[in-house]
RNA sequence: GCGGGCGUGGUGGAAUUGGUAGACACGCCAGAUUUAGGAUCUGGUGGCGAAAGCCGUGGGGGUUCGAGUCCCUUCGCCCGCACCA
């Protein structure tokens, strides 16, 4: 203790360090986080999304832990038994990255991150319960993983089919979407091939109406993150249609959601992936190469949709459904997905923008059939109609409206057996293999004989192997004999091992579970999962929104149908933050600099701190590695500490919104922090002493004004608007600051105390700091959350805007439950009001109490 | 391409959800003070105007007694798109 005789507090500054760092360990050595299951108290689960450990923490890290930190310690002051976790999403491609770029092996560079990252955490003193620490690399972790892959199997949740990935053929490896670009392998360079290879896949699908229904009970979720999970399950209702082809037998199956447009189509389109098209390709050697051509490009959604529509005649033709003679060529197309619908469609260009790039680009006819309202002469030039109207030009069809249109094609198709209604689903299964060494090993075997065998659960985990070598392209697994070559679990021959592992979405998708009880011998310990579960309150970026909820969400119902769990829904509430941003900046050539670089030269003008050449500041963005503008948190907390660190976090930005890093933001907090501590170190000895009984203290402007801090930064609190919590702390401080120690002692101390519980979510050292040196024996973080005394908030008057017209004109001061009469002749009275008024006679007066009153002439 | 979001002073943002636009903070201006500190304190600060006042929430239009908030339209920027995590 250095700083606690009044000369020191009243002439040094806070001494961040040590006292973080003595609050540190308070806190654990009376391990304070530690959470333990007690059916007598109302839990409550803070969760952020876990890190992944690729090397530091960065300010995303900083500001998603700070905002779960002041739920925990919020909620835990209100009395909730808290469970606060922490761990490590600790597989994935980085880590192989680094085994060929730096020779070192993913394990041992997992590892060490890990160290550092959880050291750098700690400092940031967070209200953890590291005691739950898990690793998802760990074989502790994996092995349940593969236990409950073994059961999703036995409960019918898994399923193996052929699929297409990225292939680069100098690499010989398969290519993440993000690693292919413009159509080559990021490392090779080489052209992307596809190639079909088996693999695994969970069965979402089956649970596409049930995820997509049980989105509606999720109401502590945003609203655009509801949406996009609806959009990205996609369901749409249509009809199946086959068409007859001439000259052969089978039909040709199309799946369409605007079956009301069938008289307008002009062509039929086939994915280069639909049996057909491969079917045709053989002895063609030009349908062969379009499929190739198509083959080069990426497999991403985005890639697919954006690349230039071209297609293939076959030169086959099937033959309308209902316009007796007509027949309608059939392309290969490169913007048909296979995997939607039956990977074939019919098109109508004059109401689909891509079947009217296509018609265009073809030469296809660009029929309209859906003429909006009162257009008698309706024509399409390059923009598809998709809106609403009568339908024209098809026969039995003209003059309906487009759903009873949709109705009536449906009924005769199937009324000719040639179709069927058929709800569908954009949501596709789970692809789950990954050609990769550093994932979870799927737990099966390949025997000539048996097929593929699960591994028996007595033998889990399958471990994987540690003497591998990344100095070869390709997987490690699959050249690895001994560990690879093992004998079949059901027959006894020699079999292989799948050398797949899991994509790391999986491990992702139950950490949170595992966290009720971290080391049980089962995937889940059901009483501790029972209690803690669900998350109440998840947190984590924006970015995750769709995949990664999704799937976790499938793997809870996963986890009820296999018995490992008992919930549907993991998240009862969820918030996704924004991004960290900073200034770019760049020297003229366009290289980036960093923004410890850049220093102001000869007047305003900014300049490179060695080479002293010119500088250009760009606009704020996302922080990057790539563009230089990173700032690193651990040397932040040491220069400004981890309480001011954190508190510029949750100033001014919506948590929601991007958060833009700024030198002055961060001195901003720093001088907050410095203040709140000077005005309490200063004052506290002038103090009467901290009181024992009810508070008789006089001054009520003062208590008004802390006890309206409190229901304020409470409610906003609630309410994960940390931005506003700030704002009302630095009113009240504001307010106490004005205080005078000698006349209105009593009142200024409870507003200090009521300060310093209230920052203790977000300034905790800070907070127990002020609270010690208040006189408090207690820690801050066992103290319970302050209690407004409404009736401390009842005035008397109210403060009535007057407007005239709308117009804003002036205010009058009546009792809060002043009659209409009144607040019209206060009103009336105001001399800006007789002016704007000039002799008007008045029509008409609107009085909202406790509002508005606005006078109409 | 499809889907989602955002836009308010010089800056970050606030606005009881249709009722006094700009809380709070940064910056800036003026002053005070000093143990010269990553200082502190006091006052001012949306724009135009001498003032009265007028104008102001990306642009345009609409609904309403009243619009930052609701509707239509338009522009700009950002995010996601299934093997990154």
């Known amino acids: 203790m250095t700083t606690n005789t009044p000369q020191n507090r009243a002439t040094s500054r806070y001494a961040f360090k040590e006292a973080e760092a003595r609050w540190q360990t308070a806190w654990e050595d009376g391990g304070c986080f530690v959470a333990e299951q007690d059916p007598n108290l109302p839990k409550y689960y803070?969760?952020?999304?876990?890190?992944?450990?690729?090397?530091?923490?960065?300010?995303?890290?900083?500001?998603?832990?700070?905002?779960?930190?002041?739920?925990?310690?919020?909620?835990?002051?209100?009395?909730?038994?808290?469970?606060?976790?922490?761990?490590?999403?600790?597989?994935?491609?980085?880590?192989?990255?680094?085994?060929?770029?730096?020779?070192?092996?993913?394990?041992?560079?997992?590892?060490?991150?890990?160290?550092?990252?959880?050291?750098?955490?700690?400092?940031?003193?967070?209200?953890?319960?590291?005691?739950?620490?898990?690793?998802?690399?760990?074989?502790?972790?994996?092995?349940?993983?593969?236990?409950?892959?073994?059961?999703?199997?036995?409960?019918?949740?898994?399923?193996?089919?052929?699929?297409?990935?990225?292939?680069?053929?100098?690499?010989?490896?398969?290519?993440a979407n993000e690693q292919v670009i413009d159509g080559c392998g990021w490392r090779s360079g080489a052209a992307v091939e596809k190639r079909r290879l088996s693999q695994w896949f969970f069965k979402i699908t089956e649970y596409a109406q049930e995820l997509l229904d049980a989105l509606d009970t999720l109401d502590r979720w945003p609203d655009k993150v509801r949406l996009m999970q609806a959009n990205w399950i996609g369901r749409s209702e249509g009809l199946r249609i086959e068409f007859e082809m001439e000259g052969r037998d089978e039909g040709l199956e199309v799946y369409t959601t605007r079956p009301d447009t069938i008289f307008g189509a002009s062509f039929c389109a086939i994915s280069p992936e639909h049996l057909l098209a491969a079917e045709l390709a053989e002895g063609n050697a030009k349908l062969t190469a379009f499929i190739e051509e198509c083959g080069r490009r990426g497999t991403s959604e985005a890639a697919i949709e954006q690349a230039e529509k071209v297609g293939f005649n076959t030169?086959?033709?099937?033959?309308?459904?209902?316009?007796?003679?007509?027949?309608?060529?059939?392309?290969?197309?490169?913007?048909?997905?296979?995997?939607?619908?039956?990977?074939?469609?019919?098109?109508?260009?004059?109401?689909?923008?891509?079947?009217?790039?296509?018609?265009?680009?073809?030469?296809?006819?660009?029929?309209?059939?859906?003429?909006?309202?009162?257009?008698?002469?309706?024509?399409?030039g390059d923009i598809a109609y998709t809106g609403s109207g009568k339908l024209a030009n098809s026969e039995f069809l003209d003059d309906m409206d487009v759903e009873a249109a949709k109705g009536e094609i449906a009924r005769r198709i199937e009324a000719t057996g040639s179709g069927k209604r058929e709800i569908n689903f954009r949501l596709r299964d789970w692809g789950i293999s990954r050609q990769r060494y550093w994932g979870c090993p799927i737990p099966i075997i390949h025997c000539g004989d048996c097929g593929a065998v699960p591994v028996p659960t007595e033998d889990l985990p399958v471990e994987l192997p540690e003497?591998?070598?990344?100095?070869?392209?390709?997987?490690?697994?699959?050249?690895?004999?001994?560990?690879?070559?093992?004998?079949?679990?059901?027959?006894?021959?020699?079999?292989?091992?799948?050398?797949?592992?899991?994509?790391?979405?999986?491990?992702?998708?139950?950490?949170?579970?595992?966290?009720?009880?971290?080391?049980?011998?089962?995937?889940?310990?059901?009483?501790?999962?029972?209690?803690?579960?669900?998350?109440?309150?998840?947190?984590?970026?924006?970015?995750?929104?769709?995949?990664?909820?999704?799937?976790?969400?499938?793997?809870?119902?996963?986890?009820?149908?296999?018995?490992?769990?008992?919930?549907?829904?993991?998240?009862?509430?969820?918030?996704?933050?924004?991004?960290?941003?900073?200034?770019?900046?760049?020297?003229?050539?366009?290289?980036?600099?960093?923004?410890?670089?850049?220093?102001?030269?000869?007047?305003?003008?900014?300049?490179?701190?060695?080479?002293?050449?010119?500088?250009?500041?760009?606009?704020?963005?996302?922080?990057?590695?790539?563009?230089?503008?990173?700032?690193?948190?651990?040397?932040?907390?040491?220069?400004?500490?981890?309480?001011?660190?954190?508190?510029?976090?949750?100033?001014?930005?919506?948590?929601?919104?991007?958060?833009?890093?700024?030198?002055?933001?961060?001195?901003?907090?720093?001088?907050?922090?410095?203040?709140?501590?000077?005005?309490?170190?200063?004052?506290?000895?002038?103090?009467?002493?901290?009181?024992?009984?009810?508070?008789?203290?006089?001054?009520?402007?003062?208590?008004?004004?802390?006890?309206?801090?409190?229901?304020?930064?409470?409610?906003?609190?609630?309410?994960?608007?940390?931005?506003?919590?700030?704002?009302?702390?630095?009113?009240?401080?504001?307010?106490?600051?004005?205080?005078?120690?000698?006349?209105?002692?009593?009142?200024?101390?409870?507003?200090?105390?009521?300060?310093?519980?209230?920052?203790?979510?977000?300034?905790?050292?800070?907070?127990?700091?002020?609270?010690?040196?208040?006189g408090h024996d207690q820690l801050v973080a066992d103290s319970p959350w302050p209690v407004a005394d409404e009736s401390l908030l009842v005035q008397d008057t109210v403060k009535l805007a007057v407007q005239v017209r709308g117009k804003m004109r002036g205010t009058i001061e009546i009792p809060h439950d002043a009659d209409e009469s009144t607040a019209e002749q206060a009103a009336l009275a105001l001399p800006t009001v007789t002016a704007a008024l000039d002799g008007d006679e008045i029509t008409k007066i609107i009085y909202v109490p406790g509002r508005i009153i606005n006078v109409i002439h």
Not at 317 to 337: D, E, Q, R, S, W
Not at 626 to 631: E, L
Request: aromatic residues 10%; charged residues 25%.
């Open 46 to 175: 803070v969760l952020e999304m876990f890190p992944y450990p690729s090397g530091r923490i960065h300010m995303g890290h900083v500001r998603n832990y700070t905002m779960g930190d002041v739920v925990a310690r919020y909620k835990r002051a209100q009395g909730y038994n808290v469970l606060h976790p922490m761990g490590w999403d600790a597989f994935g491609m980085p880590a192989e990255n680094a085994a060929i770029e730096k020779k070192v092996h993913p394990a041992e560079w997992t590892y060490a991150n890990i160290d550092t990252m959880r050291r750098q955490l700690k400092m940031m003193g967070l209200s953890i319960d590291w005691s739950r620490e898990i690793a998802t690399c760990h074989p502790d972790y994996y092995r349940h993983e593969q236990k409950m892959f073994l059961d999703f199997i036995d409960a019918g949740l898994i399923d193996q089919r052929e699929a297409w990935v990225n292939w680069d053929p100098v690499d010989q490896t398969v290519l």
């Open 315 to 380: 030169g086959l033709k099937v033959k309308h459904p209902f316009i007796l003679g007509k027949t309608i060529p059939v392309y290969v197309a490169n913007f048909i997905l296979m995997e939607y619908g039956t990977g074939a469609i019919f098109g109508c260009p004059a109401h689909d923008q891509r079947d009217l790039d296509f018609a265009r680009k073809y030469g296809l006819d660009v029929l309209p059939v859906v003429v909006p309202e009162g257009q008698n002469d309706f024509t399409v």
């Open 467 to 774: 003497d591998v070598s990344f100095d070869r392209p390709g997987n490690p697994l699959d050249r690895h004999d001994v560990w690879k070559n093992v004998d079949c679990p059901k027959c006894g021959k020699a079999a292989v091992r799948e050398t797949d592992t899991f994509d790391t979405f999986v491990d992702s998708s139950w950490y949170f579970a595992r966290f009720a009880s971290p080391q049980a011998d089962l995937p889940t310990d059901r009483a501790a999962s029972d209690y803690w579960l669900p998350v109440d309150q998840y947190i984590g970026g924006i970015e995750h929104a769709i995949l990664h909820l999704l799937y976790s969400r499938f793997f809870s119902r996963a986890m009820k149908k296999t018995g490992h769990s008992g919930i549907e829904e993991p998240f009862a509430g969820l918030f996704t933050q924004g991004m960290i941003c900073h200034e770019t900046y760049t020297t003229t050539s366009g290289d980036w600099v960093e923004p410890a670089d850049v220093i102001e030269g000869d007047g305003d003008a900014l300049i490179h701190v060695e080479t002293r050449a010119p500088v250009t500041a760009g606009r704020s963005e996302k922080m990057s590695k790539s563009k230089k503008n990173v700032i690193d948190p651990e040397s932040i907390i040491s220069t400004y500490g981890a309480d001011t660190a954190r508190w510029f976090m949750l100033s001014d930005s919506p948590p929601e919104r991007d958060l833009d890093w700024t030198e002055s933001g961060i001195t901003g907090a720093w001088r907050f922090s410095n203040r709140l501590w000077r005005l309490i170190a200063e004052s506290a000895d002038a103090l009467p002493p901290v009181r024992t009984g009810p508070d008789d203290s006089s001054n009520s402007e003062l208590r008004r004004a802390v006890h309206a801090a409190i229901i304020g930064v409470t409610q906003d609190l609630e309410a994960l608007h940390f931005n506003r919590s700030v704002a009302r702390v630095h009113e009240l401080v504001n307010a106490l600051s004005d205080a005078d120690a000698a006349k209105d002692g009593a009142a200024l101390r409870e507003g200090l105390e009521t300060v310093t519980l209230l920052i203790g979510p977000m300034m905790p050292h800070l907070a127990e700091e002020l609270w010690q040196i208040l």
